[in-house]
Protein backbone atom coordinates (compact mmCIF):
# COMPACT_ATOMS: atom_id res chain seq x y z
CA UNK A 1 0.00 0.00 0.00
CA UNK A 2 0.98 3.88 -0.16
CA UNK A 3 1.99 4.15 -3.41
CA UNK A 4 3.45 7.37 -5.13
CA UNK A 5 3.50 7.47 -8.71
CA UNK A 6 5.12 10.01 -11.44
CA UNK A 7 5.09 10.78 -14.74
CA UNK A 8 7.68 11.37 -16.76
CA UNK A 9 10.11 9.24 -15.50
CA UNK A 10 12.67 11.99 -16.83
CA UNK A 11 12.19 14.78 -19.57
CA UNK A 12 14.30 16.64 -21.96
CA UNK A 13 12.83 19.63 -22.85
CA UNK A 14 14.23 23.30 -24.97
CA UNK A 15 14.93 26.40 -23.25
CA UNK A 16 11.54 28.35 -23.02
CA UNK A 17 9.35 25.33 -23.35
CA UNK A 18 7.07 24.41 -20.18
CA UNK A 19 6.81 21.00 -18.41
CA UNK A 20 4.22 19.44 -16.55
CA UNK A 21 5.45 16.52 -14.03
CA UNK A 22 2.32 14.72 -12.72
CA UNK A 23 1.84 13.03 -9.34
CA UNK A 24 -0.56 9.85 -8.08
CA UNK A 25 -1.82 8.48 -5.46
CA UNK A 26 -2.57 4.93 -6.58
CA UNK A 27 -3.94 3.65 -3.67
CA UNK A 28 -5.03 6.03 -1.02
CA UNK A 29 -6.53 9.68 -1.19
CA UNK A 30 -3.69 11.87 -0.34
CA UNK A 31 -4.53 15.31 1.42
CA UNK A 32 -1.42 17.10 0.84
CA UNK A 33 1.67 16.13 -1.47
CA UNK A 34 4.17 17.79 -1.64
CA UNK A 35 7.30 18.68 -4.13
CA UNK A 36 10.81 18.47 -3.52
CA UNK A 37 14.10 19.65 -5.64
CA UNK A 38 16.97 17.46 -5.45
CA UNK A 39 20.14 18.79 -6.68
CA UNK A 40 23.34 15.72 -7.29
CA UNK A 41 24.12 14.62 -4.27
CA UNK A 42 22.39 16.78 -2.20
CA UNK A 43 19.54 16.34 0.09
CA UNK A 44 16.02 17.20 -0.58
CA UNK A 45 14.85 21.04 -0.61
CA UNK A 46 10.91 21.43 0.08
CA UNK A 47 9.60 23.33 -2.09
CA UNK A 48 6.22 23.75 -1.58
CA UNK A 49 2.70 22.18 0.28
CA UNK A 50 -0.31 21.76 -1.80
CA UNK A 51 -3.39 20.59 -0.25
CA UNK A 52 -6.76 19.14 -2.47
CA UNK A 53 -8.89 21.79 -3.67
CA UNK A 54 -6.89 24.88 -2.43
CA UNK A 55 -3.87 26.80 -3.58
CA UNK A 56 0.10 25.56 -2.91
CA UNK A 57 1.82 27.62 -0.02
CA UNK A 58 5.50 27.72 -1.21
CA UNK A 59 8.86 27.93 0.39
CA UNK A 60 11.04 30.88 0.72
CA UNK A 61 12.91 31.61 -2.35
CA UNK A 62 10.61 29.51 -4.63
CA UNK A 63 9.01 31.14 -7.70
CA UNK A 64 5.16 30.86 -7.28
CA UNK A 65 4.38 31.95 -10.85
CA UNK A 66 7.88 29.81 -12.06
CA UNK A 67 6.35 26.47 -10.41
CA UNK A 68 3.24 26.24 -11.10
CA UNK A 69 1.76 23.49 -8.57
CA UNK A 70 -1.91 21.92 -8.97
CA UNK A 71 -4.07 19.78 -6.91
CA UNK A 72 -7.31 19.07 -8.61
CA UNK A 73 -8.23 16.03 -6.70
CA UNK A 74 -7.21 13.78 -3.58
CA UNK A 75 -4.75 11.25 -6.27
CA UNK A 76 -3.42 14.07 -8.67
CA UNK A 77 -1.21 17.24 -8.23
CA UNK A 78 0.78 18.33 -11.13
CA UNK A 79 3.91 20.72 -10.82
CA UNK A 80 4.85 23.06 -13.96
CA UNK A 81 8.10 24.52 -14.85
CA UNK A 82 7.07 27.65 -16.75
CA UNK A 83 9.68 28.89 -19.28
CA UNK A 84 12.14 26.11 -18.38
CA UNK A 85 15.90 27.29 -18.22
CA UNK A 86 19.01 25.19 -18.04
CA UNK A 87 19.50 26.21 -14.32
CA UNK A 88 15.86 24.54 -13.50
CA UNK A 89 17.36 21.27 -14.60
CA UNK A 90 17.15 18.83 -11.42
CA UNK A 91 15.37 15.58 -9.57
CA UNK A 92 11.72 16.87 -8.97
CA UNK A 93 10.19 14.50 -5.96
CA UNK A 94 6.94 14.65 -4.94
CA UNK A 95 5.38 13.24 -1.78
CA UNK A 96 1.50 12.37 -0.51
CA UNK A 97 0.12 12.07 3.11
CA UNK A 98 -3.05 11.38 3.82
CA UNK A 99 -4.06 12.99 6.80
CA UNK A 100 -0.67 11.55 8.95
CA UNK A 101 2.68 12.42 9.81
CA UNK A 102 4.47 9.62 7.31
CA UNK A 103 4.72 11.30 3.61
CA UNK A 104 5.18 8.48 0.86
CA UNK A 105 7.46 9.57 -2.15
CA UNK A 106 6.75 8.88 -5.79
CA UNK A 107 10.02 8.10 -7.73
CA UNK A 108 10.96 11.43 -9.43
CA UNK A 109 11.46 13.09 -12.65
CA UNK A 110 14.81 14.23 -13.92
CA UNK A 111 14.47 17.45 -15.40
CA UNK A 112 17.35 18.42 -18.13
CA UNK A 113 16.84 21.34 -19.80
CA UNK A 114 18.85 22.33 -23.30
CA UNK B 1 13.10 26.06 13.06
CA UNK B 2 14.42 22.41 13.78
CA UNK B 3 17.20 21.11 12.15
CA UNK B 4 18.48 17.61 11.86
CA UNK B 5 22.65 16.58 11.51
CA UNK B 6 23.53 13.48 10.02
CA UNK B 7 26.87 13.21 11.44
CA UNK B 8 29.42 11.70 8.32
CA UNK B 9 28.12 12.19 4.55
CA UNK B 10 30.29 8.95 3.90
CA UNK B 11 30.23 5.74 5.28
CA UNK B 12 31.94 2.18 4.46
CA UNK B 13 31.67 -0.63 6.25
CA UNK B 14 32.43 -3.77 5.22
CA UNK B 15 29.66 -6.93 4.46
CA UNK B 16 29.05 -8.15 7.66
CA UNK B 17 29.75 -5.78 9.49
CA UNK B 18 27.45 -3.35 12.08
CA UNK B 19 26.47 -0.57 10.20
CA UNK B 20 25.69 2.97 12.43
CA UNK B 21 24.24 5.46 10.49
CA UNK B 22 24.08 8.82 12.93
CA UNK B 23 21.30 11.45 12.99
CA UNK B 24 20.70 14.36 15.96
CA UNK B 25 17.99 16.81 15.69
CA UNK B 26 17.01 20.04 17.62
CA UNK B 27 14.08 20.12 19.34
CA UNK B 28 12.56 20.76 22.88
CA UNK B 29 9.61 18.71 21.69
CA UNK B 30 10.57 15.30 20.94
CA UNK B 31 9.38 15.06 17.21
CA UNK B 32 8.38 12.46 14.50
CA UNK B 33 11.30 11.29 13.22
CA UNK B 34 11.89 9.29 10.10
CA UNK B 35 14.51 7.49 8.12
CA UNK B 36 14.27 6.75 4.79
CA UNK B 37 16.66 5.01 2.28
CA UNK B 38 16.96 6.23 -1.41
CA UNK B 39 18.90 4.21 -4.30
CA UNK B 40 20.42 5.59 -7.38
CA UNK B 41 18.02 7.69 -9.37
CA UNK B 42 15.00 6.71 -7.29
CA UNK B 43 12.45 8.11 -4.55
CA UNK B 44 12.63 7.85 -1.22
CA UNK B 45 11.55 4.26 0.60
CA UNK B 46 10.55 4.38 4.37
CA UNK B 47 13.14 2.34 6.50
CA UNK B 48 11.41 3.29 9.52
CA UNK B 49 9.77 5.67 12.02
CA UNK B 50 9.28 6.79 15.64
CA UNK B 51 5.68 8.70 16.54
CA UNK B 52 4.99 7.24 20.15
CA UNK B 53 5.59 4.52 22.32
CA UNK B 54 8.58 2.09 22.24
CA UNK B 55 11.71 4.12 21.82
CA UNK B 56 13.39 1.08 19.73
CA UNK B 57 12.18 0.91 16.10
CA UNK B 58 12.61 -2.06 14.08
CA UNK B 59 11.67 -1.48 10.34
CA UNK B 60 12.64 -3.06 6.97
CA UNK B 61 15.40 -4.91 5.68
CA UNK B 62 16.87 -5.87 8.96
CA UNK B 63 17.62 -1.80 10.31
CA UNK B 64 16.70 -0.47 13.22
CA UNK B 65 16.55 2.95 15.23
CA UNK B 66 16.68 4.62 18.78
CA UNK B 67 15.14 7.13 19.98
CA UNK B 68 16.76 9.03 22.72
CA UNK B 69 15.20 11.99 24.17
CA UNK B 70 18.31 12.59 26.59
CA UNK B 71 21.01 13.18 23.25
CA UNK B 72 18.11 13.95 21.06
CA UNK B 73 19.55 11.40 18.57
CA UNK B 74 18.08 8.59 16.31
CA UNK B 75 20.63 6.63 14.74
CA UNK B 76 19.97 3.95 12.67
CA UNK B 77 21.66 0.17 12.80
CA UNK B 78 22.08 -2.89 11.16
CA UNK B 79 23.89 -5.55 12.87
CA UNK B 80 24.90 -6.85 9.27
CA UNK B 81 25.73 -4.87 6.30
CA UNK B 82 24.72 -6.45 2.98
CA UNK B 83 26.13 -5.51 -0.54
CA UNK B 84 22.35 -4.80 -1.18
CA UNK B 85 22.31 -1.68 1.56
CA UNK B 86 24.44 0.90 -0.50
CA UNK B 87 22.70 3.49 -0.81
CA UNK B 88 22.21 7.35 0.34
CA UNK B 89 20.17 7.21 3.78
CA UNK B 90 18.38 10.91 4.68
CA UNK B 91 16.75 11.12 8.45
CA UNK B 92 14.08 13.26 8.60
CA UNK B 93 12.08 14.89 11.67
CA UNK B 94 8.52 16.48 11.08
CA UNK B 95 6.93 19.55 12.19
CA UNK B 96 3.68 20.66 11.80
CA UNK B 97 2.67 23.88 10.51
CA UNK B 98 -1.71 24.60 10.51
CA UNK B 99 -1.97 20.64 10.58
CA UNK B 100 0.15 19.70 8.32
CA UNK B 101 3.52 17.66 8.83
CA UNK B 102 6.09 19.12 6.96
CA UNK B 103 9.64 17.19 6.63
CA UNK B 104 13.04 18.63 7.48
CA UNK B 105 15.57 16.01 6.27
CA UNK B 106 19.28 15.52 6.80
CA UNK B 107 22.35 16.39 4.48
CA UNK B 108 22.48 12.25 3.84
CA UNK B 109 24.81 9.78 4.59
CA UNK B 110 25.99 7.51 1.93
CA UNK B 111 26.74 4.30 2.65
CA UNK B 112 29.11 1.96 0.69
CA UNK B 113 29.71 -1.51 1.50
CA UNK B 114 32.75 -3.60 0.71
CA UNK B 115 33.34 -6.60 -0.36
Known amino acids: GAVVSQHPSWVICKSGTSVKIECRSL??????MFWYRQFPKQSLMLMAT?????????EQGVEKDKFLINHASLTLSTLTVTSAHPEDSSFYIC??????????FGPGTRLLVL | AQSVTQLGSHVSVSEGALVLLRCNYS??????LFWYVQYPNQGLQLLLK??????LVKGINGFEAEFKKSETSFHLTKPSAHMSDAAEYFC?????????????FGTGTRLKVLA
Open chain 2, 50 to 55: YTTGAT
Open chain 1, 95 to 104: SATAQGETQY
Open chain 1, 27 to 32: DFQATT
Open chain 2, 27 to 32: SSVPPY
Open chain 1, 50 to 58: SNEGSKATY
Open chain 2, 92 to 104: AVSETTSGTYKYI
